[in-house]
C-alpha cells in the first residue's frame, strides 16, 4: 500500500514537472499562475482526448502539441484583439481618426484590390515587407522586432514610412 503511494507521488511531481517545463517554453504577456492554469487546461484536455488518437504517437508527445496549440490559439486571440491598442500597431486608433495598415490586407470581397495591394507591399523595401508579413500574421509587435532585429525606433520610423506607403497606395 505504501509503495503505490509513493510510486503515485512520483507520478503526479513528473507531471507535474512535465506541465511546468511546456508552460515555460509558452512565454507571453500572461503572469506565471495563469500560464500554469491554462497549462493544466491543456494537459487535462489532452488526457481526455488521447484515447482518439492513441498509437499515432506516445502521450508526451501528443500532450506537448496540445499544450503548444492552446497556447498558440491563446496567443494568436490576445494578439488580435491587442492590435488596436497598441502604439506600434498600424491598426492603431489615432484622434483624428485615421487608421491604415492590416485592415487592407483583410478580404474584402474585390480580389483585384488584394492583389494590387501585394504587388505594392512586394515592391516595398524588405525591412517594411517583413513587418506587413508580420502584422499580417497577427504578431505582436515585441515579436516583429525580435525576430527582424528591429530596435524600438527603427521600427516607429518603419511604421511611419509604411503609413506614408499606404496613404500613397489609397492616393492612386
Not at 511546468?20 to 512565454?27: G, L, P, S
Not at 515592391?123 to 530596435?151: C, H, Q, T, W
Request: hydrophobic share 35%; net charge negative.
Amino acid at each position: 500500500m505504501a509503495s503505490s503511494q509513493v510510486k503515485k507521488d512520483k507520478d503526479q511531481i513528473r507531471i507535474m514537472q512535465f506541465v511546468e517545463q511546456q508552460v515555460c517554453k509558452c512565454k507571453f504577456y500572461m503572469d506565471e499562475d495563469e500560464r500554469l492554469s491554462e497549462g493544466w487546461q491543456a494537459f487535462l484536455s489532452a488526457c481526455n482526448s488521447y484515447s482518439q488518437y492513441e498509437g499515432c504517437c506516445e502521450f508526451e508527445t501528443y500532450a506537448t502539441f496540445r499544450i503548444q496549440e492552446h497556447f498558440d490559439a491563446l496567443r494568436k486571440k490576445n494578439n488580435s484583439e491587442l492590435a488596436l491598442f497598441s502604439p506600434l500597431s498600424l491598426n492603431h486608433k489615432f484622434p483624428d481618426g485615421n487608421e491604415i495598415g492590416t485592415y487592407f490586407l483583410r478580404c474584402s470581397g474585390d480580389f483585384t484590390k488584394g492583389i494590387d495591394l501585394w504587388d505594392f507591399i512586394g515592391r516595398l523595401p524588405e525591412n517594411e515587407r517583413f513587418v506587413v508579413r508580420g502584422l499580417y500574421y497577427k504578431n505582436d509587435p515585441e515579436e516583429i522586432m525580435k525576430a527582424g532585429r528591429f530596435s524600438q525606433k527603427k521600427y516607429c520610423q518603419t511604421i511611419m514610412s509604411l503609413q506614408e506607403s499606404f496613404s500613397h497606395w489609397l492616393a492612386l
